[in-house]
């Protein structure tokens, strides 16, 4: 989805761009490089912890079916959940700043 966020701000970018003053590329700029790096932050913090957490406990402790498994289970899935609801809703914005600039300036 990061990919996706970068390819739409791109193409609006690069659609609209005799019509965008310096303040709107800017701004459509900063949105998605601010949530790339937020993203990127997020994960590079986790990483050491995980790393962390799996030199120390035992694999017996990590089976999927036992209590701990489970609480690992939904620990990453509230954060890859995280990751692709930031992300979606940046596509949104873009989408809808597509949609009303295609509006304002046809082609």
């Known amino acids: 989805m990061g990919v996706g966020c ?10 609209y761009r005799q019509f965008l003053s310096a303040g709107w590329v800017l701004a459509l700029v900063a949105v998605v490089a601010v949530q790339v ?9 986790v990483i050491p912890q995980i790393k962390e957490f ?6 017996e402790n990590l089976a999927p079916d ?15 959940n995280k990751l ?7 596509l949104g914005l873009l989408g809808v700043a597509a949609k009303l600039l295609s509006l ?3 082609a």
Do not use: C, K, N, W
């Open 6 to 15: 970068v390819a739409l701000d791109g193409y609006v970018l690069h659609r």
């Open 37 to 45: 790096l937020y993203q990127v932050v997020q994960v590079l913090r």
């Open 54 to 59: 799996d030199s120390i406990m035992p694999d």
């Open 66 to 80: 036992s209590p701990l498994g489970e609480a690992i289970d939904a620990a990453v899935a509230r954060f890859v």
């Open 84 to 90: 692709f609801f930031s992300y979606g809703i940046t």
């Open 104 to 106: 304002r300036y046809p």
